[in-house]
């Protein structure tokens, strides 16, 4: 198995709302990634885990809360979001977060959840 | 700082041959990927350069000059599948640092 999935791939919320993103790897990966993609845009870098730790929150709104339950899930879960939230929530994963090698450096994505906030 | 920079877009045809360079300013990274992105759809791999010099991959090829501070992704015998955007990201420790990418258009 050599994919990240991500449920649900479409979401519609509304503000007062509260949802969760979810993501599954089965790939052994120990670092597992959180990215916020608009349109036209790279991808923004929102959270970090690494072996199971927060290691990186880049100064994301507490609306947003990540959780890692175990090795091969990441969850986000929602709370009360604005509209301009509305974007492409990516997850991804590599195999060690601070591992040297070619090998072990590339991230792999998932296909990503459209969330849009009324 | 790491300021990425990379065309906005580019137009090919198909068949031919697009070279789409990234350039960089940065203190220290540990390599530099390449990342198609279609539409609606989440990045791909292409290509991770750590030592200067060129990768080859079948169609693709990529290059890293560190000295320069320049990489360019090289598509050869483009298809129309290959209209995508792609992205540089500089490796540094376990954070990508990520270019706006070039949104590349293949013409028949």
């Known amino acids: 198995d050599t994919e990240v999935t991500q449920t649900p791939k479409h979401l519609v919320m509304g503000m007062t709302n509260k949802k969760s993103l979810k993501c599954e790897q089965h790939m052994g990966h120990r670092a597992m990634y959180w990215y916020k993609q608009k349109a036209k845009k790279p991808p923004e870098l929102m959270f970090v885990y690494s072996y199971e730790k927060l290691s990186i929150n880049e100064s994301v709104p507490s609306r947003f809360s990540p959780e890692c339950p175990n090795s091969s899930l990441l969850n986000l879960h929602l709370h009360a979001l604005q509209p301009e939230d509305s974007a492409l929530y990516l997850c991804?994963?590599?195999?060690?977060?601070?591992?040297?090698?070619?090998?072990?450096?590339?991230?792999?994505f998932g296909p990503g959840t459209r969330l849009t906030v009324l | 700082g790491q300021n990425i920079d990379q065309p906005t877009e580019m137009t090919a045809t198909e068949g031919a041959i697009v070279q789409i360079n990234c350039t960089y300013q940065?203190?220290?990274?540990?390599?530099l990927f390449w990342y198609q992105q279609h539409a609606g759809e989440a990045p791909t791999f292409l290509s991770y350069n750590v030592l200067d010099g060129l990768e080859e991959k079948g169609r693709f090829s990529s290059f890293l000059s560190r000295s320069k501070g320049y990489s360019y992704l090289l598509l050869k015998e483009l298809q129309m599948k290959d209209s995508a955007s792609y992205l540089c990201a500089l490796d540094s420790n376990y954070q990508l640092i990520w270019g706006a990418g070039t949104k590349l258009i293949i013409k028949p």
């Open positions: 991804a994963s590599s195999q060690e977060p601070l591992a040297g090698g070619t090998w072990s450096r590339e991230q792999f």
């Open positions: 940065t203190s220290g990274f540990n390599g």
